[in-house]
């Protein structure tokens, strides 16, 4: 039980992780539409995130088809397969500074969808940490959670 609740653990904290990098992405593409920040401050800021997301993803993914979790692989395959496919086929997973007002609205639109996609597989890994946690607890110590049940 403790396995599986660390795997859940470390799953909630790389989602966490990100949908922090995705929430980055779409101040800063707000902050260049509004003109608060420079092409070239943005293309460094984003490009630095892209490869640590890219693997982290990988990561989850791997986790997810290994650990049997089929429902979070479903949701993370797609977004991992287009993560490869925009490093290995199209060679433009980093932006340019000269063609990044072109590319806004459309990396807005995936970074919309990767933000759905990872707040799903955070509270489907969050319930099932929270699940494990207490099965185990009640697996352990079957006293304590009838006395609980009982006062209630």
Not at 121 to 129: K, S
Request: with cysteine.
């Amino acid at each position: 039980m403790m396995f599986w609740a660390a795997i859940y653990g470390l799953a909630v904290l790389g989602l966490g992780l990100l949908i922090f990098f995705s929430v980055f992405s779409l101040v800063s593409f707000s902050d260049l539409e509004s003109d608060y920040i420079n092409p070239r401050d943005l293309v460094s800021r984003y490009n630095m995130f892209v490869i640590p997301e890219y693997a982290v993803q990988a990561v989850l993914t791997i986790v997810f088809l290994f650990g049997g979790s089929w429902i979070e692989f479903l949701f993370s395959a797609p977004v991992t397969a287009f993560h490869a496919y925009r490093v290995f086929q199209l060679k433009d997973y980093m932006l340019d500074a000269t063609s990044i007002f072109s590319k806004t609205g459309d990396e807005k639109k995936k970074t919309f969808v990767k933000l759905a996609v990872y707040m799903i597989l955070f509270f489907c890994n969050l319930y099932r940490l929270v699940y494990t946690l207490v099965q185990g607890t009640m697996e352990n110590h079957p006293d304590t959670w009838q006395k609980i049940i009982s006062s209630t």
